[in-house]
């Protein structure tokens, strides 16, 4: 069969007529099938690519670690080749994405929607640390903080414990309240909240149902200093830059602002499912007062003034993205 094709497109060639060849795109990804960020995010761009294209540009999914199932590990099979176009998480990586990472700074923003707003605010910039072509960008909500033996009602409460957070960034924020914060991939979470490697899980609330946190903890504190998590879909630069200038504009338009903010409604609306599910699931959930809050602020007061005077990469300081971020 691929002979005849060739035959008939050589014929074509001979004659003066050509026509595109369809072009079929691997996209991989560490979770299951069933994750919202596939409705949201990967299968609307498959989808749309397809209708642009009338078919010559499609994409076949490689879901569940299929291509690899080591989460830190996407942006490298990206790079080399391994997939076309793969889903990561800069905060696994937070070396090589310092400005990216800045959405995770506390008092940035206070929702995902909100957050996702101020990553593609930036977007131009965040861009260049990115030896890929940037598909969406977009962001979880807030954390809120999830322990298994003990509650934390107060500052007091998370004196010594051990903390998972979800990118450096986060660790001289945590580590500024009086605990350890170590950085793990979502994969292993919730057996190191189960073993008790960890004490407790910061952590945006939509997780309690994608990674049943609600049955490896026992409280959920709703409130906890920080902002979102970026997240990334990615096309391999090379690939991209191969493609015709059409086919790069069906790429562009497949993967507007609309697809990043698509991702950060759906965790919008997860985050509350989330409480929900560890509610009903029988975790004790804690809302702490204005001043408790208060006392987290102040601790980490220090420590966000550094971050903002500390240059990330090529000159550019935490307060300049921020204010990218903001708007401002």
């Known amino acids: 069969m691929n002979k005849l094709v060739a ?17 079929d795109l691997s996209l991989s990804y560490f979770m299951g099938p069933k994750h919202p960020m596939n409705g949201a995010v990967f299968k609307p761009f498959a989808d749309k690519l397809a209708e642009l294209s009338e078919g010559n540009l499609t994409v076949t999914q490689f879901p569940g670690g299929a291509l690899n199932s080591v989460p830190p590990k996407q942006y490298s099979i990206l ?3 391994v997939a076309d176009i793969a889903f990561h998480l800069p905060g696994y990586t937070s070396q090589l994405f310092p400005m990216t990472n800045v959405v995770t700074v506390p008092t940035l923003c206070d929702s995902a929607i909100a957050c996702t707003e101020g990553l593609l605010r930036a977007r131009s910039e965040l861009e260049k640390e990115y030896n890929a072509k940037v598909l969406a960008i977009w962001a979880n909500s807030p954390p809120v903080l999830i322990t298994r033996d003990k ?9 010594g414990m051990k903390v998972r957070v979800t990118s450096a960034t986060d660790v001289p924020f945590t580590e500024a309240l009086g605990a350890s914060a170590v950085s793990q991939p979502v994969s292993v979470i919730n057996q190191n909240l189960t073993n008790g490697v960890i004490d407790a899980i910061a952590i945006d609330p939509s997780a ?7 049955e490896a903890g026992n409280y959920v504190t709703t409130w906890y200093p920080g902002s ?12 991209y830059d191969a493609l015709s200038d059409q086919e790069k504009a069906w790429i562009d338009a ?3 602002d609309s697809l990043s903010m698509s991702g950060g409604r759906v965790y919008e609306a997860a985050a509350s499912k989330g409480i929900e599910a560890a509610r009903q ?5 804690i809302d702490l007062p204005d001043d408790e809050k208060a006392k987290f602020n102040a601790a980490i007061a220090d420590e966000l003034a550094k971050f903002k005077a500390a240059e990330l990469k090529d000159g550019v300081t935490g307060a300049q993205v921020i204010q990218l971020m903001r708007g401002n």
């Open 7 to 23: 035959i008939l497109a050589a014929g074509f060639v001979a004659m003066g007529i050509t026509t595109p060849m369809a072009k």
């Open 79 to 81: 790079l080399d080749g």
């Open 151 to 159: 509650p934390v009602r107060s500052l007091k409460d998370l004196e």
């Open 208 to 214: 309690i149902r994608s990674f049943k946190l609600h």
């Open 228 to 239: 979102g998590s970026a997240f990334v879909l990615l096309m391999n630069r090379g690939i």
């Open 254 to 256: 497949a993967a507007d």
């Open 281 to 285: 699931a029988g975790n004790e959930i």
